[in-house]
């Protein structure tokens, strides 16, 4: 048996007071397992984002635990969090948050350096990921220069350089073309999952469904099914 990594359980998250109140993510139990590309898919609006905020030190829910590598994440002390976040967890947002004074060697380094890592060696360690995901010629730009599919690059990039144990992606290739999202999916199954590893992503790219190891399906805020993914029938 696999270990797990996540452990969400009667996870639920709403937003809004009285009759405004929509309720995002209702009861959630999922289990994330090591060494496995976990695929959580979905409409949009039916709460992908929100959990993967709660499962990864991001969004407090309202009811429920999150137990990360052991711990019981939104029992810890806020810094705690925040420790927890960086050491642990490597994300890639929808919306790619990036630095927007910053170059993108800059913006891939950031969670190196705040990690403590040299400067030096923490510039070089971004170009070599900024290499893996096609920009080793852009180090020197500052993102308003990209094109969204780049920028959704860095972003992949920044996540990857502090290899983490838990690498989560939101919607991670739906600006790049069929032959970028591909490879950088095959490079993350390839070189970044272990078995003391985990990934999850968001997708509503078929063309990368074949790379999971299981599926995770949601509806109105709640899980509705799961599948073995294809890349382990
Ligand atoms: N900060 C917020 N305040 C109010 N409502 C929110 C907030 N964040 C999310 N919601 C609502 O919660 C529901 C789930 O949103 P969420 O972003 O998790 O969906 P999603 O599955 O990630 O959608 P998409 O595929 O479009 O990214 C939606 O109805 C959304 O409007
Ligand atoms: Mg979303």
């Not at 009861?27 to 959990?51: A, W």
């Not at 030096?120 to 500052?142: P, W």
């Not at 070189?191 to 074949?210: G, K, N, P, W, Y």
Request: aromatic share 6%; glycine share 8%.
């Amino acid at each position: 048996m696999s270990e797990v990594a996540i452990h969400a359980e009667g996870l639920t998250k709403w937003f809004g007071e009285g009759e405004a109140r929509t309720v995002a993510v209702r009861n959630v139990q999922l289990d994330v397992l090591k060494g496995e590309v976990t695929y959580i898919i979905g409409p949009s609006g039916s709460g992908k984002t929100t959990l993967l905020s709660m499962m990864s030190g991001i969004l407090r829910p309202n009811e429920g635990k999150v137990v990360l590598n052991g711990v019981d994440l939104w029992r810890l002390a806020e810094d705690r969090i925040a420790d927890m976040r960086l050491n642990t967890i490597g994300f890639v947002f929808q919306d790619y948050h990036l630095f927007p004074r910053l170059t993108t060697a800059e913006n891939v380094a950031v969670p190196l350096i705040l990690r403590r890592q040299p400067w030096k060696s923490a510039i070089a360690e971004a170009k070599r990921c900024l290499e893996i995901v096609g920009l080793g010629n852009r180090v020197e730009l500052r993102p308003n220069k990209l094109s969204g599919g780049e920028q959704q690059r860095v972003a992949i990039a920044r996540a990857i350089a502090s290899a983490p144990d838990i690498l989560i992606l939101d919607e991670p290739t739906a600006s790049l073309d069929g032959d970028t999202g591909r490879k950088i999916i095959e490079f993350v199954r390839k070189d970044v999952l272990s078995a003391e590893r985990c990934i999850l992503i968001v997708t509503h790219d078929e063309r990368i469904f074949s790379y999971a190891d299981r599926i995770v399906k949601m509806a109105d805020g709640a899980i509705v099914g799961v599948d073995k993914g294809e890349f382990r029938a």
